[in-house]
């Protein structure tokens, strides 16, 4: 078979192996002009597009890495913002426990010292994630925070940080916050709740748990604000080995691999079980039954712990 | 991630009110398509809005969000969003503790919930 070769196409031909050096070069600026007919017209038009194709998903790639670059950034601040110690409180042990979802999560929990008296305890689930929730739960922890220092009532404190944060907050958002002080004197417990839920309460002496819910809706679901956030405040006094537990839906909201939820049943019979043996035990058995509930699927939300427990006495 | 099915009926006689029945999960998945339903009601006047949630078996709170969102432009039009059949006890508990429905009227019945889903007089 003789093969001959067209003058005609040599110049095409030569300009498109520039061109696919130049793409391997890592140039994708050039476009090919299409001078050619029939099917050496086709392959430039297809050469152009293949190009194109390739710098689409290279630009797309930067974008990527510059994103997650700068969720690792956000999720470093955030993390800055949660209590780097857990505060000494004689008489009781405090712990916690927290574990964001791969995203950027908008719990968050917190301990204010207003004086040497009183303990402020705060744990707040932001709607949205992300970015938009991390700069909300910021915005919410920093106003919070400001007005917890300034009275003794934590209804009154979740009624300022509501007027506070509403002309900030977009219409779609909302914060859920349980806030509680603690009267270290008489371990005392004085609870509000801006629609969070609730918090459990194990009374060491009867080996019950039993629910402390204050009413209250969550912050920015009444936008013009008229309706109050918190509508009053629970006291609970703190017996020896009794054990309260701040937490965020997170943890009773993991499913199984049949979409049973784990559910706040389960969180107090774990606290029956295993409160009396500390505070630290407690949180171990939970995260352990958490885990094999989960089991290997995504954590889907964060999932968030405070737990007070008063000690036991010496005898 | 599951999925989410929005079936939207827009009665006859009625062209200020759709119904949104939802099954299935809301969650950052399925969130967009919700999104544009209630967004494209809101282009049809229909500011009055019942949202059936007999089958819906999870909704995030960002799910949660878009009614918020919405809720301020439908009660300037002078509409109202109300719930009907939140069934799934896990979804009731959610939307109630937030205290949902202190700002979304429920009802039993989706029928009962177009009544009273009606512009402000």
Redesign the interface.
Same mark, same amino acid.
């Given at each position: 078979m003789k093969i001959w070769r067209d003058k005609r196409s040599e110049e095409p031909l030569k300009r498109m192996l520039e061109f696919v050096n130049a793409a391997q070069r890592g140039d994708f600026s050039i476009t090919l002009p299409v001078t050619s007919s029939g099917e050496l017209g086709e392959l430039e038009r297809g050469l152009n597009r293949l190009v194109e194709e390739i710098r689409t998903n290279r630009d797309l790639w930067e974008e990527q890495k510059t994103l997650q670059r700068e969720l690792k950034i956000s999720r470093g601040i955030q993390a800055t913002l949660l209590p780097s110690s857990l505060p000494q409180v004689p008489a009781m042990e405090i712990e916690t426990f927290y574990r964001p979802a791969i995203q950027i999560g908008g719990d968050y929990y917190d301990f204010i010292e207003i004086d040497t008296n009183h303990l402020g305890i705060a744990i707040a689930d932001v709607s949205g994630k992300s970015v938009s929730g991390a700069m909300l739960m910021t915005l919410a922890r920093n106003t919070l925070r400001a007005q917890a220092m300034l009275t003794l009532s934590p209804q009154e404190v979740l009624e300022r940080t509501q007027k506070l944060l509403l002309p900030n907050i977009m219409s779609q958002f909302f914060v859920s916050i349980f806030y509680a002080i603690l009267d270290k004197r008489f371990n005392r417990l004085v609870c509000a709740n801006a629609g969070h839920p609730p918090l459990l309460y194990f009374r060491a002496e009867a080996g019950e748990c039993e629910w402390v819910r204050p009413k209250g809706i969550a912050v920015g679901l009444s936008r013009n604000g008229l309706r109050p956030v918190s509508s009053e405040e629970k006291e609970l006094s703190l017996g020896p080995g009794d054990l309260a537990f701040f937490y965020t839906d997170g943890i009773s909201d993991t499913t199984d691999i049949r979409g049973k939820y784990f559910g706040r049943d389960r969180i107090a019979e774990i606290a029956v079980k295993s409160a009396p043996r500390g505070a630290k035990a407690f949180l171990a058995d939970l995260q352990e039954a958490l885990a094999s509930h989960g089991g290997d699927g995504p954590q889907g939300d964060d999932m968030t712990g405070v737990v007070l427990r008063r000690l036991v006495a010496p005898s | 991630m599951g999925e989410m099915n929005v079936d939207v009926i827009k009665p006859a006689t009625r062209s200020d009110l759709a119904v949104i029945r939802l099954s299935g999960i809301v969650? =950052?998945l399925t969130l967009p398509d919700l999104e544009k339903t209630l967004h494209d009601l809101m282009g049809e006047k229909r500011f009055n809005i019942v949202v059936n949630c007999q089958k819906l078996?999870f909704i995030s709170?960002?799910g949660?969000?878009?009614f *918020? &969102?919405i809720? &301020?432009e439908v009660e300037k039009q002078g509409g109202a969003i109300c719930f009907s059949q939140v069934l799934q006890p896990?979804v009731h508990d =959610?939307m109630n503790? *937030?205290?949902?429905f202190?700002?979304f009227p429920l009802y039993n019945q989706e029928v009962e919930a177009v009544q009273q889903c009606r512009q402000r007089t």
């Open positions: - | 969650d =950052a078996k709170s960002s949660m969000g878009l *918020l &969102g809720l &301020g896990e =959610a503790l *937030l205290g949902f202190d700002i």
